[in-house]
């Protein structure tokens, strides 16, 4: 399974990324997989120097703030007003309960059809797995200021250097604070992608909206996580310090989330 981080950006797009938006691959019996977790505003033009449009296979959202959703409204316009017309099958959207009415609020559209003709919108059930191909996605509720916020843990069985199959972990945090869900769903995750968009010091008092640094490490050790990629840092923060505070609770492997860099989960 391969990670491409396609924004990171935390809150709104900065000048080196777009809003949050992560591209998942795997390959099965010769043929390539492409979802995405999260579309946030921004993103869909930096998604077009890896995938086609049409190579994407679903769409999974953690949660209904703009820089996690907004460009489904761009895909809708590329889906619905080609020239060429599209010549694929609706992509799958799982969201919160009330996307498909809140996408088409966005874009100023009737709520039926709204983008239904463009998308299969499909409703996120706490802690129910969703399989898709050969991903599992199973959401975690989580702490943030919105009707309806997940994690998200991705697993994929592959084969090992001896053939034998493995399941891969990994947990998208989307936007939370420290929480019992959070930890569930990071449970011996292989790759715990997190957000750090507080520091301590600055933000630390505000509870129940984002992690810092530290708290995303106290997370990530009380999960077992074996690889922390701190991500959705604001602009205005200082990567180099969202890594020392996670130093100082998490004693794997770590580093933060760029834009345009794969990893492999």
Known sequence: ??????????????????????????????????????????????????????????????????????????????????????????????????????????????????????????????AEAVSFGPFTITPYPVSHPVEEAYALRVEVNEPNEFGEPETHVLTYSGDTDACDGLVAAAVNADLFLCEAAFHEGRDDAIQGVHLTGKRAGEVATDAGAKRLLLTHLPVWNDANLSIDEARGSYAGKLAVAVAGVSYTV
Not at 61 to 85: F, I, N, Q, R
Not at 94 to 99: A, D, I, L, V
């Open 1 to 126: 399974m391969k990670l491409t981080i396609v924004g990171c950006s935390g809150s709104f797009p900065g000048p080196q990324s777009p809003a949050s938006c992560y591209l998942v691959t795997t390959v099965r019996e010769g043929r390539t997989w492409r979802i995405l977790l999260d579309l946030g505003n921004g993103s869909l033009g930096a998604l077009q120097r890896y995938i086609d449009l049409r190579e994407i296979d679903a769409v999974f959202l953690s949660h209904l703030h703009p820089d996690h959703y907004m460009d489904l409204c761009g895909l809708h316009v590329a889906v619905h007003w080609d020239p060429a017309g599209w010549g694929q099958d609706r992509i799958p959207v799982w969201g919160p309960s009330g996307t498909a009415d809140r996408m088409a609020v966005a874009y100023g559209l009737a709520l039926d059809p709204g983008m239904h003709e463009d998308f299969d919108f499909r409703t996120w059930t706490e």
